[in-house]
Nanobody, 115 residues
């Protein structure tokens, strides 16, 4: 199973970005998916999850601003980020738990929120 993130970059506070994660290999549409992030000097933290039945969870600090979604037909997972804040600056990672195959991570993508 391979995961590839895209869509990061530099954005001003209050603006929006959408991250994408392409999934290949395995039965991707059956797996729960998640976005994590890691800021310099901090531990990696769970940002959002989406199950195979589209059930979602969010980190408290992003709830109401971020939306996780998935397109099983295209093997894609998205993280729409609105009203971005400087504290959202981090490397964002896509992750899946592929059953007996174990956990797989993307390479990470930088999101920088700065004026």
């Amino acid at each position: 199973v391979q995961l590839v993130e895209s869509g990061g970059g530099l954005v001003q506070p209050g603006k929006s970005l959408r991250l994408s994660c392409g999934v290949s290999g395995g039965s991707a549409n059956k797996y729960p998916m998640a976005w994590y992030r890691q800021a310099p000097g901090n531990e990696r933290e769970l940002v959002a999850t989406i199950g195979s039945r589209y059930n979602t969870t969010y980190l408290d600090s992003v709830r109401g601003r971020f939306t996780i979604s998935r397109d099983n037909a295209r093997n894609m997972v998205y993280l729409a980020m609105n009203n971005l804040k400087p504290e959202d600056t981090a490397v964002y990672y896509c992750k899946t738990h592929a059953g007996d195959l174990g956990d797989f991570w993307g390479q990470g993508i930088q999101v920088t929120v700065s004026s």
